[in-house]
């Protein structure tokens, strides 16, 4: 079978052309974006701070911390049931978010498919394989925090290993190395499962009416003949958002950071980024009916209603 990787690109950008300005509705526009910021509310991974406090922190008392901090809870009752039930309140806001953009995935797919905009229709339409979804996110969401959180003791006993340990550095550095090349593993692992849910069990699911679970098998199936392909279109999916991110960037800058302080705005950084995030939803598209029929989303020509109201 021969598989194509820049025809479904090019396809893919003609559709997003097409719909957006073709001609150019800005109430479709925000439509859209709307759907597409849904589905990607828990795309992007926040990250930590970088600050590394005074420099003269003593790295003993970082490895100290757990027991002080189990001591200070210990000693304040008070403020022990105020971190738990903000953590219960982050708990249930998370799996708000999760919720919400499991069924915005499908919302997002619906109007893409269809070049149409619409809310309400694909909201109540698509909701058993919305929270079919985000069950399963869900339960990977617990396995993944159960592996970070044990790879997370490891990295802490081995640094206590090496700060308290009568041996030197060295005696060490397999271990380092084993954990730094098993950190890369997982993140590979847990990167490429998110981009094939999202970007072809979504799509088998959306087609043929069925469960997540449905899905991964069907998708699997798939997987197991053409790995290759499947993981060479994840690099090919990495390469484009470095680009896009330099893009960007350099616009930001262009911009005296005024594009920055428009994308940090949730719902409409998504409306700004459509003409990114359109298609790269539509090249999974256009790639995965490749395959086959049955993985074919798209409607006829004759069926496909173009610039629908909501």
């Not at 997540?212 to 069907?218: N, T």
């Not at 790639?287 to 798209?298: A, N, R």
């Amino acid at each position: 079978m021969n598989i194509a990787y820049f025809d479904p690109l090019s396809r893919a950008w003609n559709r997003m052309t097409t719909a957006l300005f073709k001609p150019f509705d800005i109430g479709k526009w925000f439509v859209v974006g709307f759907t597409a910021f849904l589905a990607g509310l828990m795309d992007w991974p926040e990250g930590g701070s970088n600050d590394k406090g005074r420099g003269d922190t003593d790295f003993g008392e970082i490895l100290d911390f757990p027991d002080l901090a189990r001591q200070w809870l210990a000693d304040n009752p008070g403020w022990f049931t105020l971190i738990v039930m903000g953590l219960l309140l982050l708990i249930a806001f998370v799996v708000l978010l999760i919720w919400l953009s499991s069924r915005g995935k499908f919302m997002f797919l619906d109007n893409v498919v269809h070049d149409r905009a619409k809310v309400s229709q694909p909201w109540r339409e698509y909701k058993m394989h919305g929270n079919s979804l985000f069950v399963w996110r869900l339960c990977f969401g617990i396995v993944c925090l159960a592996i970070f959180a044990i790879f997370a003791i490891m990295c802490f006993n081995l640094a206590s290993d090496i700060y308290y340990d009568e041996f030197s550095f060295s005696h060490h550095v397999l271990e380092i190395i084993g954990l730094v090349v098993l950190a890369l593993l997982l993140f590979v692992v847990i990167a490429y499962i998110s981009l094939f849910l999202t970007d072809f069990v979504v799509p088998i699911m959306y087609k043929n009416n069925i469960t997540a679970l449905q899905g991964w098998s069907r998708y699997l199936a798939l997987f197991e003949k053409y790995w290759l392909r499947f993981i060479l279109y994840g690099l090919i999916v990495f390469v484009l958002w470095i680009f896009v991110v330099m893009f960007v960037f350099i616009v930001g800058i262009l911009t005296c950071c005024v594009g920055f302080l428009l994308l940090i705005i949730p719902y409409i950084g998504s409306v700004i980024l459509l003409p990114i995030s359109y298609p790269f939803r539509s090249f999974s598209l256009e790639f995965l009916q490749q395959f086959g029929p049955e993985f074919d989303v798209f409607p006829g020509a004759e069926d496909s209603p173009v610039g629908e109201a909501v």
